[in-house]
C-alpha cells in the first residue's frame, strides 16, 4: 500500500506559477513510476506528466516547456512545478504512482488538489 497527500493547489493569475507537491508513504520501494494527472470539469482525466525510475519523463504536448516534474531520489515526493499557466489548466489535479511487487501491479492516487488559472 502506498499513501499519497498532495498539496499546493490554488488560484493564479493567467501567466502565473505554482508549485504541486505529492508526498509518498508505505510501499515506496515498489514504485515504478510517479506522476501527475488532470480533470477539468466535463472533461476525462488526462495524463499531465510521469517520471519514470530511471529519471526519464513524459509531457503531454499542451504542458511541453511550461511544466516540470521532478521527485525525490527516495521516491517519497513527487513535484510539479507549472509555469506561464493558462485558463485551460484550470483542473483538480492528482498524483499518481504505479508500483510492481511479486508480479502484482497497482495504481494509487492522492485525493485531489484544486488548480484556478484567471483570465
Known amino acids: 500500500q502506498v499513501q499519497l497527500v498532495e498539496s499546493g493547489g490554488g488560484l493564479v493569475q493567467a501567466g502565473g506559477s505554482l508549485r504541486l507537491s505529492c508526498a509518498a508513504s508505505?510501499?515506496?520501494?515498489?514504485?515504478?513510476?510517479m506522476g501527475w494527472y488532470r480533470q477539468a470539469p466535463g472533461k476525462e482525466r488526462e495524463l499531465v506528466a510521469r517520471i519514470f525510475t530511471s529519471g526519464s519523463t513524459y509531457y503531454t504536448d499542451s504542458v511541453k516547456g511550461r511544466f516540470t516534474i521532478s521527485r525525490t531520489n527516495a521516491k517519497n515526493a513527487v513535484y510539479l512545478q507549472m509555469n506561464s499557466l493558462k485558463p485551460e489548466d484550470t483542473a483538480v489535479y492528482y498524483c499518481q504512482v504505479q508500483t510492481v511487487a511479486t508480479a502484482s501491479v497497482r495504481q494509487y492516487w492522492g485525493q485531489g488538489t484544486q488548480v484556478t488559472v484567471s483570465s
Open positions: 508505505g510501499s515506496i520501494f515498489s514504485i515504478v513510476h
